[in-house]
C-alpha cells in the first residue's frame, strides 16, 4: 500500500520463488514523490515481517508491541456502545481461555462463567491474542483464515478455543497450556552463535609449524662448520647470549668485517661459507637471533643477499636470515624486513624457472612474512615499515599452481598456511579469487599425505579470514565432491574440513543447500565413529549449525544413531572428570547441541499440534493441510528417540511437555472416533504409525517414576482422559496399549502417594481422577472383560492398580457391580490358571479381601469362597507336583497370593464368629444367624485342609507361616470336619514338619491343630493310630520337655498320646 508493489516482483513464476528464498526486499519507496518517506519504524517493521528465518520473524506479541503502532490500538472513552460490546465480547472470549486449568479440570463448568466479566473501555496491548486471525465465518473453528507462511510454527498459528458452555470431553481436542513462562536458562539465539562461533577454530587447528628447515617439506642435510678456518672465537650459543656489550660488539664487528670481505679466492669463499654455517648454527637460540636481526648483520645480510656473487653463498645467506626470523621473539620498527622480503621476491621472479633456488629462497622468503604477521598481530595496528610488496604475494601464488615441483608447492602451502594462523593485513594479501581452488587442487591432486594435510590446513585457515575462498571451491568442484572427500580423508584432513563446513555454516555461505543436503548430514554423523575427540566434537558442531536451521534433519540425526553417539561422549565427558583439552572441547559442543535439541523439542511439538489443530473435527482436510501434516507427523520419532535417552529424558519431561502430549493424545482421541480423517490427508500406514510412536514415548516416559512425581496433576488432567477414551477404540492394538498404559501409569501415581509416606492415598485431592475411573472407564468394563486375551489382563492389572492402596477405589470396584464380572472371567479362564488374565484376577481379589473397608458379605454371596477353593486346589497340585517344575515360581506366587486372600476370609468369618459368642455370652441378645450363615458359606473351605497339610513342610517360611495360620482357623472353626484331611500322606507330613521346625511356638501350633483334628473327629484320631511316623514325633516331643516352652510342647505332645491310649483301652 505504501509503494503500490510487492516486496518481490517479477514476471516470471521461477524467478519469483527465487527471490522469495534468496533475495532481499528492497527498501519501500512512497508510490508518489509528495508523499512523506518511510519512517525507521515503518522499516524496522517491514524488515521484521519479512525475515525468512521464522526464528527472527517477528511474533504476534512482538507485532503488535511494535514501536511502528504507538497508541494506535488505544480506544476512547467516548466510542459507541456497539463498538464496547463487540470488544467486551472479544475480550471475554479470550479471558476465558486464559485459565486453561480451570476450563479443563473435568468438574464439568462451562466456560461461560466468567461472561459476567466487563473489560475496561480503554483497550491495550495487555492481551496481544486478542488480535489474532478470527477463524473462517461459519468454517470449521480450528482452520485459520490465514498464514503467515506456508508453514505455519506455533507462533502463527490461532488458538484454539472453547465456545462458552460447551463441555471439553465434547470439544476439540486442543488445550490451552497451564504454563505462562518460558525457560529462562534457554541461551537465546545470539548468545549460542556466539558460543559456536568461538568453538570453530581450537589450538589443534591452528598448530604452527616451521617453513624452513620442516623435515616434512624437505629434508636438510645437519650443519656443521670448521672452528679452525673461522677466524673469529667460535663461542657456543650459550655463552653468546650472556656475552657482555663490549664483547658482544666486538664479536659482531668480527663477523661482519669477514662477510663483507670480498672473495678473491676459493678459500676465502670456503671461510665465508663456513662462517655462515656457524651462523646458522648460532642463530637456532632466540635471544641470539633476536640480537643478531636487530644488529648491522642482517643490513649486511640482505645487502649481500642482492649482490653477493656466488649463489652458494647467497644461498646460505638467505638461510641465515629465514633462521634469524624464525626464532627472534622481537621485531623493531627500524628493521629493514620488507627491504629483505622485496630482494627475496625478486630473486624468485627472476629466477623463477631455477626451482633449487626457489627451494633454497621460499622457506626464508615465507619465515619473514610470518614474522612481519605475528608482530602486527600482536601490537594490533599495521606498520607501514613491515608492508609486504604485492608481487610477494603474486610469487607465491605461482609457486602453488599446477606444473611445480612438490617441495616448491608444499613451501607455498606452508607459507600461506602460517601467515594466515595470524589476524594481519598480510593474511588478508592471500585472499583472491583462485586461492581456494588452487589449495583444493594441491589437496586432492598430490600422492604426499603432508602435503595434503598442508593445502588442506591452508585452506582451513584462510577460510577463517574469507568464508568465501572455501565457497569457491565447492562452486568449482561440486559440493558432492566436496562430501565425498570427507568421508574418505584421513583423520587430520577430516578434523580441517569440518572446520570449514562449520566456517561457512556460521557465515551462512550455502546454508541453504548444505542444511537439505542429507548426504552431508549422514556423511558428518558417520564421523562421530572416529576415533578422534577433535573431529566428533566438530561434527557434532556442524550438526548444531544444521538443527538450528533445519530442525527436520534431527529425525534423519536420530535415525542414524545420533542420541547413541551423543550418549556415548556425555559419559566420557562426566562432569568431576579430569578432562584432557580434546575432552573438554568434546564437552562443549556437546552441552550446546544438547541444550539446543532440549529446548527444540517444544517447537517440534508446537508444529505437530498446529498441524493436528487445523484438521481437527475435519472429515475432508485441505492439499495444504495434508501437506503440513506429511511435514510435521514424521517428526514425531524424535520424541520417542529423545525420551528413551538417559541424557535427554530428564531435560525434555517437563510439564510443558506432558501437556503438549495429552492434548496429541487428545487429538488422537478424534481421530480414532472417527471425527478427524487423519487417514485420508497421510494414508492409514502413517497415521497408524504416528499413534503407534505416541503411545510409545509415554510407554518410556513411565518407566522412570521420577520423571512424572512432580506433575501428577498435570497427568491426570491431560494425558488420562484421552487414553480413557481410547479404551473404547475399535482398533485392538490402541485398545489394549492404552490399558496398559493406564494400569502403569495409574500404579505408578498410586506407589509414589504411598511412597511420599502417605498411608493411603488422598482421594479427596484426586477426585479427577476419581470421577474419571467412576464415570468412564468402569463402565466399560462389561464390554472390556468379555475381549479375548490380552485385553482383560490389563483391564484387571488397572483394576489392581487402583485397589492396592486406596480403599476408595475398592469400594468403587464393588459398587460398579464387577465383581459377577470378575468371576466370569475366572470361568472362561480357569483351564489356564498360570496365564496373565487370572494373575491379575488373583491380584485383585487379594486386594478386595485385604480391605478392611470391603463388603465381604457381599463377596461371600457372590460366590467367593467357591472360586477361591477351585483356585487354591489348582494352584495348590501345580505347586505340589513335583515333576512339574516349568512354572514352579509362577505358581508360587499365586499360591502366596491365594494363601493370603485364604487367610484374610477366614480372619473376616472368625471375627464374626467370635463376636457374635460374646454377645451371646454376654447376654446383650446378639444375633447369632449371621455367624451361622457365614459358617455355612465358608464351610467348603474345610476342602482346602487336605491340601493345607502338605504345605506346611515348604521351604518358604512364609508359606508355612500362612498354611499353619489357615489350618488352625479352619480346624478351630470346623474341627476335623474333612475325615480326609489326616490320610497317611498327610501325617507324613505332619511328622516331617514337627521333627524339622524348632522353635517352639510353631510346635505348639501344630499340635494344637492336631489335637483338634482328632477330638472334633473319631476318624482322625483311627488314623492317627496307624501313623508310625507321626506317632514317634509325638513320643520325641513329649519326652524332651527341658524349657518352659518344651514343657508346654511335651504336655500338648503327651495330651494327644493319651487321648490314643483311651481311644484303644476303649476299644
Not at 607455498?412 to 588478508?428: D, R
Not at 572428570?577 to 544438547?594: P, V
Not at 501437556?659 to 481421530?671: D, P
Request: proline share 5%; aromatic share 6%.
Amino acid at each position: 500500500m505504501f509503494s503500490g508493489r510487492p516486496p518481490f516482483f517479477s514476471e516470471s513464476f521461477s524467478e519469483l520463488i527465487e527471490r522469495i528464498f534468496y533475495a532481499d526486499p528492497l527498501p519501500p519507496v512512497p508510490k508518489d514523490s509528495s508523499l512523506p518517506k518511510a519512517s525507521s519504524d515503518f522499516i524496522n517493521l517491514l524488515d521484521g515481517l519479512l525475515q525468512k528465518d521464522p526464528q527472527k520473524r517477528l511474533t504476534w506479541a512482538g507485532l503488535l508491541q511494535h514501536s511502528f503502532w504507538k497508541d494506535a490500538f488505544v480506544r476512547r472513552d467516548d466510542e459507541s456502545s456497539t463498538e464496547d460490546s463487540i470488544v467486551s465480547g472479544k475480550v471475554t472470549e479470550h479471558s476465558e481461555t486464559q485459565d486453561s486449568k480451570e476450563v479443563l479440570k473435568p468438574s464439568g463448568r462451562a466456560k461461560g462463567d466468567k461472561s459476567g466479566q466487563r473489560p475496561s473501555h480503554s483497550f491495550r496491548l495487555e492481551n496481544p491474542a486478542e488480535l489474532r486471525p478470527k477463524s473462517t465465518v461459519g468454517g470449521q473453528p480450528n482452520e485459520s483464515m490465514f498464514l503467515l507462511s506456508s508453514r505455519p510454527t506455533p507462533r502463527t498459528s490461532s488458538a484454539v478455543g472453547l465456545s462458552p458452555g460447551e463441555d471439553r470431553t465434547q470439544h476439540s481436542p486442543q488445550k490451552a497450556s497451564p504454563l505462562t513462562k518460558i525457560a529462562s536458562e534457554h541461551l537465546s539465539q545470539q548468545d549460542l552463535e556466539s558460543q559456536m562461533r568461538e568453538l570453530i577454530y581450537t589450538d589443534s587447528d591452528l598448530v604452527i609449524t616451521p617453513i624452513i628447515d620442516n623435515p616434512k617439506i624437505m629434508k636438510q642435510p645437519p650443519i656443521k662448520f670448521d672452528p679452525k678456518i673461522l677466524h673469529l672465537p667460535a663461542y657456543s650459543v650459550d655463552k653468546l647470549a650472556f656475552l657482555k656489550d663490549q664483547d658482544w660488539n666486538d664479536f659482531l664487528q668480527q663477523v661482519c668485517s669477514q662477510i663483507d670481505s670480498t672473495e678473491k679466492s676459493t678459500g676465502a669463499s670456503r671461510a665465508k661459507l663456513n662462517l655462515l654455517c656457524y651462523l646458522c648454527v648460532v642463530t637456532g637460540h632466540r635471544e641470539v637471533a633476536t640480537r643478531l636481526l636487530h644488529s648491522p648483520l642482517f643490513h649486511l645480510l640482505i645487502q649481500h643477499l642482492r649482490i653477493a656473487p656466488n649463489w652458494d653463498i647467497r644461498a646460505k645467506v638467505a638461510r641465515v636470515i629465514g633462521l634469524l626470523a624464525s626464532h627472534t621473539t622481537e621485531l623493531q620498527e627500524n628493521t629493514p624486513v620488507t627491504e629483505a622480503i622485496t630482494v627475496l621476491t625478486e630473486l624468485i621472479r627472476e629466477n623463477f624457472r631455477n626451482s633449487k633456488l626457489k627451494q633454497c629462497l621460499l622457506p626464508t622468503l615465507g619465515e619473514l612474512i610470518y614474522l612481519v604477521a605475528t608482530q602486527e598481530e600482536k601490537k594490533k595496528n599495521p606498520r607501514e615499515c613491515w608492508a609486504v610488496p604485492l608481487a610477494s604475494y603474486t610469487v607465491l601464488m605461482r609457486c602453488l599452481r599446477e606444473g611445480e615441483e612438490r617441495v616448491v608447492n608444499h613451501m607455498a602451502a606452508k607459507i600461506i598456511e602460517n601467515v594466515c594462523t595470524t589476524f594481519s593485513a598480510q593474511a588478508q594479501g592471500f585472499i583472491t579469487g583462485e586461492i581456494g581452488p588452487v589449495l583444493w587442487f594441491l589437496f586432492r591432486h598430490s600422492t604426499v599425505d603432508s602435503l595434503r594435510i598442508t593445502a588442506i590446513s591452508a585452506l582451513c585457515r584462510i577460510t577463517r579470514h574469507s568464508p568465501t575462498a572455501f565457497q569457491s571451491v565447492i562452486e568449482k568442484v561440486g559440493l558432492n565432491a566436496v562430501i565425498n572427500s570427507l568421508a574418505s580423508a584421513i583423520c587430520k584432513v577430516q578434523q580441517y574440513m569440518l572446520t570449514l563446513f562449520t566456517s561457512m555454516l556460521s557465515c551462512g555461505i550455502h546454508l541453504q543447500r548444505l542444511i537439505q543436503e542429507k548426504d552431508f548430514v549422514s556423511t558428518v554423523i558417520r564421523l562421530l565413529d572416529s576415533p578422534s575427540t577433535s573431529i566428533r566434537a566438530k561434527a557434532f558442531l556442524v550438526l548444531l549449525y544444521v538443527l538450528i536451521h533445519n530442525h527436520e534433519m534431527l529425525l534423519l540425526g536420530c535415525q542414524a544413531r545420533l542420541v547413541m553417539y551423543i550418549e556415548r561422549d556425555s559419559r566420557k565427558t562426566t562432569p568431576g572428570k579430569d578432562l584432557q583439552s580434546s575432552n573438554e572441547y568434546l564437552s562443549k559442543c556437546l552441552d550446546l547441541l544438547i541444550c539446543h535439541i532440549v529446548h527444540e523439542l517444544p517447537r517440534i511439538l508446537g508444529d505437530i499440534l498446529n498441524a493436528l489443530a487445523n484438521v481437527s473435527g475435519r472429515k475432508h482436510p485441505s492439499t495444504v493441510q495434508a501437506k503440513q501434516l506429511k511435514m510435521c507427523l514424521p517428526l514425531m520419532p524424535i520424541v520417542l528417540h529423545l525420551v528413551t535417552s538417559q541424557v535427554f529424558r530428564p531435560q525434555v519431561v517437563t510439564e510443558e511437555f506432558l501437556f503438549s502430549y495429552g492434548t496429541i493424545l487428545s487429538h488422537i482421541k478424534s481421530i480414532d472416533s472417527g471425527e478427524t480423517n487423519l487417514d485420508g490427508a497421510v494414508g492409514l500406514m502413517a497415521s497408524e504409525e504416528f499413534i503407534k510412536i505416541t503411545l510409545s514415548a509415554f510407554e518410556a516416559i513411565i518407566q522412570y517414576p521420577v520423571l512424572l512425581k512432580d506433575y501428577r496433576s498435570t497427568v491426570v488432567d491431560y494425558i488420562l482422559p484421552p487414553l480413557v477414551s481410547l479404551v473404547q477404540s475399535q482398533n485392538v492394538e490402541w485398545r489394549l496399549f492404552s490399558l496398559r498404559l493406564l494400569s502403569e501409569t495409574t500404579s505408578l501415581l498410586v506407589n509414589q502417594e504411598v511412597g511420599d509416606g502417605k498411608k493411603e492415598a488422598n482421594v479427596d485431592s484426586d477426585s479427577n481422577l476419581l470421577a474419571l475411573i467412576r464415570d468412564v472407564l468402569l463402565p466399560q468394563y462389561e464390554h472390556i472383560l468379555a475381549e479375548p486375551d490380552p485385553v482383560p489382563a490389563y483391564a484387571l492389572k488397572l483394576l489392581v492398580a487402583l485397589t492396592e492402596h486406596n480403599a476408595t477405589f475398592t469400594r468403587l470396584v464393588e459398587e460398579s457391580k464387577l465383581i459377577p464380572l470378575i468371576f466370569e472371567v475366572i470361568l472362561e479362564h480357569q483351564e489356564n490358571i498360570l496365564g496373565h488374565t487370572m494373575q491379575s484376577v488373583i491380584a485383585l481379589l487379594n486386594n478386595l479381601v485385604a480391605c478392611k473397608d470391603s463388603n465381604m458379605k457381599l463377596l461371600y454371596e457372590q460366590g467367593l469362597v467357591r472360586h477361591v477353593c477351585d483356585l487354591f486346589t489348582e494352584t495348590a497340585t501345580l505347586c505340589l507336583d513335583v515333576d512339574n517344575k516349568n512354572h514352579g515360581e509362577t505358581a508360587a506366587t499365586l499360591l502366596f497370593s491365594l494363601l493370603d486372600i485364604l487367610h484374610g476370609m477366614l480372619t473376616y468369618t472368625a471375627c464374626v464368629v467370635r463376636l457374635a459368642l460374646q454377645a451371646q455370652k454376654s447376654g446383650s441378645g446378639g444375633d447369632t444367624q449371621a455367624a451361622e450363615d457365614l459358617l455355612l458359606l465358608s464351610k467348603p473351605l474345610t476342602d482346602l485342609i487336605s491340601l493345607l497339610i502338605p504345605l506346611l513342610p515348604s521351604e518358604d517360611p512364609e508359606i508355612f507361616e500362612v498354611s499353619s495360620k489357615c489350618l488352625s482357623m479352619l480346624v478351630q472353626l470346623y474341627g476335623g470336619e474333612n475325615p480326609d484331611s489326616l490320610c497317611p500322606e498327610n501325617a507324613e507330613n505332619f511328622a516331617d514338619v514337627l521333627t524339622s521346625k524348632e522353635d517352639p511356638k510353631e510346635r505348639k501350633l501344630l499340635l494344637k491343630i492336631l489335637r483338634r483334628m482328632v477330638t472334633s473327629n473319631e476318624k482322625h484320631l483311627e488314623n492317627l493310630k496307624d501313623a508310625g511316623s507321626l506317632l514317634r514325633a509325638l513320643e520325641g516331643l513329649a519326652a524332651a520337655g527341658g524349657s518352659s516352652a518344651d514343657s508346654v510342647v511335651a504336655s500338648l505332645a503327651l495330651e494327644i498320646l493319651q487321648l490314643l491310649d483311651t481311644r484303644r483301652e476303649g476299644t
